[in-house]
């Protein structure tokens, strides 16, 4: 293959598509039908779907241009198609979190989120591709397929939700919806040149969500700008009493608000993240961005989360003890793939035989019971390497002896990132800095390499950590034409100012 490119320039922003459905210079089915093309074009190569749902999407868009028609009100995102990553149940399509293990589920309900999307009128155009159960930077753990960078086709796409961030990036979808456990949006946003906000952890309800590190998830909008950004967050936050960890606090207008620049803005730029193992290229990037910030008036200040280089272990602590204790349901019983039951007994024979001719009395009274061998088979075929190896990490980590050394000593650290958060928000109202240390890698570089997977996560697990919110934002390119991101964080509940904040570099610097 050739180091085609695919990223693309849409000729009209998801805004800019419902002002024009909105007064009927567009209809919904020639909107879909639009992305459909595009998807039919070029999705063998970029891999962003695991499902594409063109038929129950140009119904729904043909509904609600009839109904836009006859006069009657329609929602939020009335005709605008909008992917989903494949982990958040949908009633009406499987949600496989691109496993084995999952690979049949049918959802019996929708997700929060689905369920609103569909309330505000979106066209729900596909599914998108994943590391299997959100584990992973570069959707290369996906059991079904890689998904590849529209920017180089050669190139990861980030991840977890690289499939969320390649269809936006590859014109297939205006917006999408990603996940973000410690980094999910935010990495991949930040690799193909889009906009990705992780929300605070509560703004946006996890019902329905197939849980990865329950104290961390949160569910977020991709789109091409903020603006589109602000206008999807918006549909799905809030609060939701099915949602124990959901926050009970309105939802600022977020597409009302987010053109009024910030007057008087403190931004704080990390000392640490600006160390050794950033890429000279997305250095200067971020730098440059910086430097429009100061030309719109914003004071620079230099602050410090002196925490932050344990981040990444605590997080790598964290979220796999959660991870195995959340995925302990699938056990082929309540959940998920069962391992062939009559080609276990039959295997159960065979090791018998072999244990009694070798007169391994031993053997033959610790053997498996028929249920033990299921559960393990069932687990060992559904499940891939890397959400293995979390298993077995979280459960290593939470066991007996070692929970207070890892578990409850990460838990410690955790509560000391936070309170860096807040001693820097005292400061200053963002935190600027780079998403990732470097570009987007070559496809199969870092694939075999976890602990160097895990460190690309440097600067995007501490606002899951704490809990607060952050955005990915495109603030250039290198010179062999891979998007750079920049990332803007705020306290809690500052998606507003985040917003805000993002849009007026975005205006400053669109031609
Ligand atoms: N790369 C991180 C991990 O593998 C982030 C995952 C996520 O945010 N879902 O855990």
Redesign the pocket.
Known sequence: MTNAMLAFHPDLTASQALALLTRGELSAVELTQSYLERIAEHDATVGAFLHVAAEAALATAADIDSRRRAGQSVGQLAGLPVAVKDVLCDSRTRTTCASRMLENFQPPYDSTVVAKLRAADAVLIGRTNM?EF????STENSAFQITRNPWNLQCIPG???GGAAACVAAGMAPLSIG???????R?PAGLCGVVGLKPTYGRVSRFGLVA?ASS??QVGPLAHNTSDAALLLETIAGHDPQDATSLDTPVPPYTHTIDQPLTGLRLGIVREHFAEGLHPEVEAAVRGALEVYRSLGATIKEISLPHSKYAVAT??VI?PSEASSNLARYDGVHYGHRADESSLLAELATERKQLAAAGDQEGLDNQDTGLVRMYRRSRAEGFGPEVKRRIMLGAYALSAGYYDAYYLKALKVRRLIRQDFDAAFAEVDLIAGPVTAQPAWGLGEMAGDPLS??L??LY??SA?LAGIPGLSLPCGFTQDGLPIGLQLQAPALGEETLLRGARMYEQATSS
């Open positions: 590391d959100a584990m992973g930077g991840g977890s939700s996940t973000d456990t410690g980094g999910s949006i990495q990865f961390l998830d997080y790598y979220a997977m895990y690309v996560d995007t697990v899951n």
